[in-house]
C-alpha cells in the first residue's frame, strides 16, 4: 500500500488569539504572540517549510494509520525553534517522530512586534494517510 503524507498547515489560525494560553508558555520567557506586524519566516518561505517537513517526517510503519498529528513550537527572539510541544498524538511514535523533525528546522527570520523580535507561537498540523 503507497503511504502518502499530506501536510495541511494552518498558520492563518494563528490571527485568531493575541497571546498564547499560561500553559504553553516557557516560565523564563516571555509569553509568544500568535499574532505579530512580522510573522517569522521560514528560509526559504513556507512552501520550503512544507517541503521540508515532508521529506524528513517517516511515517510509522503502521497498518490503516490515519489522522492528524499537531505539534506546537514557538520561534525564539533569535530565529530558533523552542519549545516544542505535542498537541495530539496518533499514537505508534507519530507525535515524537513529528517533534523530531521540527526540531531539526534550521533558524528563522524572527517575527517582529512595534520593530522589536518577539516569540512567535505556531501550531503545525501534519495529516497523516496510509
Known amino acids: 500500500m503507497k503511504r502518502i503524507l499530506l501536510i495541511t498547515l494552518f498558520f492563518v489560525t494563528q490571527f485568531c488569539f493575541s497571546q498564547a494560553p499560561m500553559s504553553v508558555m516557557d516560565k523564563q520567557a516571555p509569553i509568544p504572540y500568535e499574532v505579530v506586524e512580522n510573522q517569522p519566516l521560514y528560509p526559504g518561505g513556507i512552501n520550503e517549510f512544507i517541503k521540508f517537513i515532508g521529506k524528513n517526517y517517516r511515517v510509522p510503519e503502521v497498518e490503516g494509520l490515519n489522522g492528524v498529528v499537531k505539534v506546537s513550537f514557538v520561534i525564539d527572539t533569535n530565529g530558533a525553534v523552542t519549545d516544542v ?46
Not at 505535542?86 to 520593530?115: C, F, H
Open 85 to 130: 510541544k505535542i498537541v495530539n498524538d496518533l499514537g505508534y511514535g507519530s507525535g515524537e517522530e513529528a517533534k523530531r523533525v521540527v526540531q531539526m528546522s534550521p533558524k528563522w527570520t524572527p517575527g517582529d512586534q512595534e520593530g522589536k523580535a518577539v516569540r512567535v507561537l505556531y501550531t503545525l498540523p501534519i495529516t497523516i494517510r496510509n
